[in-house]
T-cell receptor, first 115, second 115 residues
Framework: DQQVKQNSPSLSVQEGRISILNCDYT??????FLWYKKYPAEGPTFLIS?????DKNEDGRFTVFLNKSAKHLSLHIVPSQPGDSAVYFC??????????????FGQGTILTVHP | EAGVAQSPRYKIIEKRQSVAFWCNPI?????LYWYQQILGQGPKLLIQ????????DSQLPKDRFSAERLKGVDSTLKIQPAKLEDSAVYLC?????????????FGQGTRLTVV
């Protein structure tokens, strides 16, 4: 049962253009969402997050949008840079029950930014 | 601030052998996670601790995997006996408190190869 889904295994964009990574979830108990970036041979590093009470959060070149009714979130990177090339994971935190604080990940999207 | 420390970085063992991984979370972090990441997939939660108590171990193969977090600080994850399908990266992460919406910080992981 994949509760967090990233349906695009890979994305390729040109430097300077916008990268849009998408994520869908099914569990209505999720109330906090995070994006992580992972380089080869390293652990995931936190990028940006959003609470379910918001629909947008911005940090520099990175913006996360949340559509609760559609159970969908997206990460926008503008402008994209070659150093952004990595695997991006969407993750969600449980806010109830015995699994409070459980962090569930999607499958990841490989972003490649071409110079 | 020191990050999450894991050791060893790499381990190669034969099937049916045992192996142990160690994790030292960020000081003061109450919540500790162990994830298994198989190549091409997202991290899968194996076990979650709050201080020295287990919060969620629903996806831990308890016939061969065990984990403990004595004194609510360091943690060890053990596999005995290992199977070929256990080949993966084992990631440890910690967060301030599972009842607060904060990001989890990851270690570099241990890459396990079972031959």
């Amino acid at each position: 049962d994949q509760q967090v889904k990233q349906n695009s295994p890979s994305l390729s964009v040109q430097e300077g253009r916008i990268s849009i990574l998408n994520c869908d979830y099914t569990n209505s108990m999720f109330d906090y969402f995070l994006w992580y970036k992972k380089y080869p041979a390293e652990g995931p590093t936190f990028l940006i997050s959003i609470s379910s009470i918001k629909d947008k959060n911005e940090d520099g070149r990175f913006t996360v949008f949340l559509n609760k009714s559609a159970k969908h979130l997206s990460l926008h990177i503008v402008p994209s840079q070659p150093g952004d090339s990595a695997v991006y994971f969407c993750a969600a935190l449980n806010a109830g029950g015995t699994s409070y604080g459980k962090l569930t990940f999607g499958q990841g999207t490989i972003l490649t930014v071409h110079p | 601030e020191a990050g999450v420390a894991q050791s060893p970085r790499y381990k190669i063992i034969e099937k049916r052998q045992s192996v142990a991984f160690w994790c030292n979370p960020i000081s003061g972090h109450a919540t500790l996670y162990w994830y298994q990441q198989i190549l091409g997939q997202g991290p899968k939660l194996l076990i979650q601790f709050q201080n020295n108590g287990v919060v969620d171990d629903s996806q831990l193969p308890k016939d061969r995997f065990s984990a403990e977090r004595l004194k609510g600080v360091d943690s060890t994850l053990k596999i005995q006996p290992a199977k070929l399908e256990d080949s993966a990266v084992y990631l440890c992460a910690s967060s301030f408190d599972r009842f607060m919406n904060t990001e989890a910080f990851f270690g570099q992981g241990t890459r396990l190869t079972v031959v």
